[in-house]
């Protein structure tokens, strides 16, 4: 009987490890690759006001900062279309709003990262708000921000045009 017990307990493990491996999500920094590595430390301005949110069905790292554009070639249709600070903390389905980036807002890449899971690899921008006074969430992940199409040949990502702007430095 202990045998049975014992078998059932080592096969309830592995279905565990085999579930926990199934949503693991592997991080690189890439930064040091010479596609990347002229990204960190460029500044740039938010062209429009977006959400800082985190998906309820996955956590990040991060918070994602994104907005719901239709047309747009990113675009999180989970969010709302208008962007109003009566959202923040709403209860929505998919997503939790945690704070907005306003337009005007200026922030830095302080890394470029790879994130690998079962359904493939993604490129992604980690960046930092340089007017954080008073923010909870002064670092975010860009993903939804980002025109990935360049990857497909191997080009680093950019940001989108109409998200942000590159900053003119003095």
Known sequence: MSKW????????????????QSRAVRVEYV?????????????YIF???CYI???????TTWPLVGANVPG????????????APRYIGAELPAVRILDIAHTGDRF??????????????RITFEIVLLNVDGRLYPRMDAY?????????????????????????MD
């Not at 017990?5 to 926990?20: E, N, P, R, S």
């Not at 747009?72 to 962007?83: D, G, H, I, K, Y």
């Open 53 to 59: 949110f985190k998906f309820k069905a996955r956590d």
């Open 108 to 121: 830095r890449i302080v890394s470029v990262r790879r994130d690998t899971d079962r359904h493939g690899s």
């Open 144 to 168: 939804w921000i980002m025109d990935h199409s360049p990857e497909a040949r191997g080009a680093a990502p950019a940001l989108l045009p109409g998200y942000a702007a590159a900053r003119v």
């Open 72 to 83: 747009a070639p990113m675009s999180v249709p989970e969010l709302p279309a208008e962007v």
């Open 31 to 43: 930064n040091g690759l010479p596609q990347y590595n002229r990204l960190p430390g460029k500044e």
């Open 5 to 20: 017990v014992l078998a059932a307990a080592a096969a309830l493990l592995l279905a565990g490890f085999v579930y926990w």
């Open 47 to 49: 062209e429009r006001d």
